[in-house]
């Protein structure tokens, strides 16, 4: 208790997040880690649908989803805006052209993520929605691959703003102008209805709706880096 009013709290925190959220996630805990040395994390990093697998198996302390879990008993909070853009190599002719249309979009090869990613989902939902369905040139398990891919030209990328941090500061990757993108989403921070949280998962919940917006705003870079500024290639 007296440790507790110290900010020494002790303890185990266990997360599960979506991929997309890796970009933030560990700065957050880094400074709640710092304040609380006490407290031991473990971290699950995957995609959407193994998160609510356990979000319904109530594996975890608290999980990270990129837009609120559906059909499920949970308490979410939104924590932060998770916008999604469309991707393209930084020398792509469409980046020339404003306000494309999807169905000129759906006639461009894509790189998609898994079945089971919220990525994909929300992706797929926005073009069905239209009636159009992308046409898959590669389906690849990981952002970090995908981005390389769409760097390799192999086609375009729908993608979670955060994983943009460090492509989009060096001016590899670009966000093209398409009708409805970026597609707004949000954050959502989720527990399974009824749930006892710890002491150490209560404040880090608080520690989450305090700052994760800065945090997912600056992506992974050390507190006080701007952002913004472009890096000079070696
Ligand atoms: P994913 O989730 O890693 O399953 O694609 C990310 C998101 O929904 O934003």
């Known amino acids: 208790q007296l440790d507790d009013l110290r900010g020494l709290r002790q303890g185990r925190l266990k997360l599960a997040i979506v991929s997309t959220a890796q970009y933030f996630m560990p700065r957050l805990l880094g400074e709640f ?3 609380n040395p006490g407290v031991e994390v473990a971290l699950t990093v995957t995609n959407r649908q193994t998160v609510l697998a356990r979000l319904t198996g109530n594996e975890d302390d608290l999980c990270v989803l990129g837009t609120p879990p559906e059909g499920l008993d949970v308490v979410a909070t939104a924590i932060a805006d998770n916008p999604l853009a469309i991707l393209a190599r930084h020398d792509h002719p469409l980046l020339q052209a404003d306000e494309i249309s999807p169905q000129r979009i759906a006639e461009e090869p894509f790189i998609l993520r898994e079945p089971g990613s919220g990525t994909r989902l929300a992706a797929e939902r926005f073009f069905a929605a239209r009636g159009l369905r992308l046409k ?3 389906e690849l398990g990981s952002n970090e691959a995908i981005k390389q891919a769409v760097i390799g030209g192999l086609g375009l990328a729908i993608l979670s703003r955060d994983t943009l941090a460090l492509e989009g500061r ?4 670009k966000p093209l102008n398409v009708k409805g993108f970026p597609l707004l989403r949000q954050w959502q921070v989720a527990y399974p209805r009824g749930k006892h949280l710890s002491v150490v998962a209560e404040a880090f919940l ?3 709706v305090t700052h994760a917006r800065a945090a997912a705003l ?3 870079l050390p507190p006080g880096a ?3 500024a472009p890096l000079a290639l070696p």
């Open 33 to 35: 880690c710092t304040a």
């Open 136 to 138: 898959m040139r590669m």
């Open 170 to 173: 060096f001016g590899l990757l």
């Open 206 to 208: 608080e520690h989450l």
């Open 218 to 220: 600056a992506g992974p």
């Open 226 to 228: 701007d952002s913004m």
